[in-house]
């Protein structure tokens, strides 16, 4: 098919800025190791309080300055609910339903995950910078999805 | 497509029994235009704290918000549409069995959109237009969307049946670009719908009604995804069929060339289907590798983007030199800038270009954490859908209801488009820019007004909320001020005296023709199918491989 020269010109540049983009991405991911959630553990979405670890969720301190973070979204409220740790914490992030989908997004972060009834979703972030953050559900749950709030303190 | 050049001359005028069909149509997306804007209106408010409603009646009309709007409005005007293109372009009427099709579609539809409509206002479906999964509406709901779907599969025969009838009777000749381009987008549709067809059919409707106790969430949602992505673009490609082929003739320009548009319509099918996984970056269930893979492929579609970009601004270029323009952008006063039919789709044509941005951000890989389900995104698509998609269809509307009713576009209606128009950019600049801002700040998407205990970042959000209530009461106002010109044009603006145009472009005769292999449609959908497969297949086999034990249904409002 024939293209014109102007039409060459913008093609080769946007498709160059296309192969940028997705290097990024790629070095980002692969280079850097930075994932979204991405793992296939399944859980019995109605026996969540009978499954380890999620019978007893909570903060657990695992290493120096590292933490592994169990947590249950359901409707409408997140336990636990109030998290503090010291600033630079490596935390660890495991979160499941068990009842319908849920978001939880700590805002002003990078932690923002999505918990599905029948997964466990991990993800893990480290916290540098101090602050009383707000932790908040970001999928639709029901009628009290905007009261679904938790707080993260980072000393 | 010279003997159309003809008849454009002479005028354009559809047979009584083809306007009523493409104006039943019409219709219903009008009236799921102002119940669609009513509930934004009220929903706007409530978010930004301006009123108060129950968080039952907030949900419920977001429901029926996105219902409305993303499913009824758009695939109503857009049946309407391309019908008319095709009857224009294929022979100037419809084929008696065609239109009987046509009716039968639009019957299925409408009665499973008056199911859906009743399962939400009785307040058993507040599951939004997403319907994730385990929350469960009436069942009526969901057989009132399968309805819907299975009713445009039909109401889309018409479109096939005309292009095939079309090509047999002209062997060897290129169809015209419009008839085209309205076989792509609904080749994109279908198999596009089959994705939320299964799961509807297969999974949301025998558990809803009891028969089995549980369902699969992942499935259901990667179901819809793959359905939700290429949804976008079966309301994006009816509005680049307006740009590309309309326009052309509006602006007294030629068609800057008839392949390439095609090429990209054949693009946009192969990469907009497989790619829903980049809705489902924040959750488990799904390896990186398919997620990276469909993000990959997300982001190729920025190329049949970049082309129409190209395409269109070298078609007005072309016009303006036509028509006498001197020096390096003499073209551009060239343009109509006082005519609605390019106006109004020339705003919604800049308004893609920071729309097409934050779709790159939000498909991002990395970039999808900061602005996953946060007002970013609410934002980014009233500039998408709410701008571009609907400002051309309000521009289409304006020339072909007039041309359907036998009425003119009077001076009138054209000024009161054109006031609409620029109502509509000040309410999205005041909406949706905020939206962004207040997105990467972490205020969630979906929500009714909150305080949230009084947590300091909240205050941070307010402004913003507060802009984006007025902006939403803008384009509001900017909704009754369309349905004002419509009704005006459907009824009241004087007759006209003699058929008015149907605009259609034409195409350079120094260029070549276009290149028959375009038109090789089992060629095209195979590849489609196996991009599908490459994406898909193994991620989907896992899936019901090693699948949780399912939801039973529940109800949360």
Redesign the interface.
Known sequence: ??FPR??RI??IA??S??FL??LL??I??VGMG?????????????AVAATPPFDNPGLKQIGNNEYELTMTAQ?FMFSPSEITVPAGSKVHFQVTTP???H?M????T?????A???????YTHTFHDPG???I????????????M?G?FVVQ | MTDNAIKEEKGFSFTRKDSSLILAFLGVSFVALLLGAVAGLLQVLERGGYISLQ??WY?LL?TLHGVALALIFTTYFIIGFLYSGVIKTLGGKMHDADRRTGWIGFWMMTIGIILALFAIANQSSSV?YTF?A??KASPWFYVGLALVVVGSWVGGTPIFSSYAKWRKANKGQPSPLFAFMAVATFVLWVIATLGVAIEVVFQLIPWSFGWVSDI???LS?TLFWYFGHPLVYFWLLPAYIYWYVNIPAVVKGRLFSD??PR?TFILFILYSIPVGFHH?????????FW??LQ??LT??V??PS??TV?AIL?TFEIAGRMQGAKGRFGWVKKLPWNDVRFLVPFFSMVMFIPAGAGG?ISA???L???V???LFITGHFHMTLATTVVLTFFGISYWLIPLLTGRTLTRFANNLGIVQGVVWLLGIFLMSVPMHIVGV??????????T??G????QEWKPYLLSAGVGGTLLFIGILLYLWVVLYLMFFSPKAEKPMPYPIGRVDPKY?KP?LFLERWPVWIGLTFALILIAYLWPVL?MIQ???????P?R??
């Open positions: 098919m024939h102007y039409e913008w093609l946007g498709i800025t296309l983009f997705l991405f790629g980002m991911a930075l994932n979204p959630p991405n793992h296939t553990e399944t859980i019995d979405p109605k409707i009842d319908v989908v978001g997004q700590i805002a002003g990078n932690v923002n995950i999505m599905i009834p029948g997964h466990i979703t991990r009383d953050y707000l908040v559900c970001n999928e639709y749950c029901g009628t009290g999805h905007h009261y709030i707080r | 968080p039952q949900y977001l939004l994730y385990p929350m699969d969430v992942s949602r392949s390439l090429l489902q970056l924040m959750e488990p269930g799904i390896t990186s997620k990276f993000v990959i982001m190729l920025v190329v970049l082309m190209f070298a790159v991002s890989y990395q999808d954490q900061v996953h389900n946060t700040l972490g205020a969630p998407r979906r929500s009714a007004f909150s949230y205990a947590h300091p970042v909240v070549q290149p896992q090693h699948a949780p034990p399912g939801s039973p529940i949360t409002w």
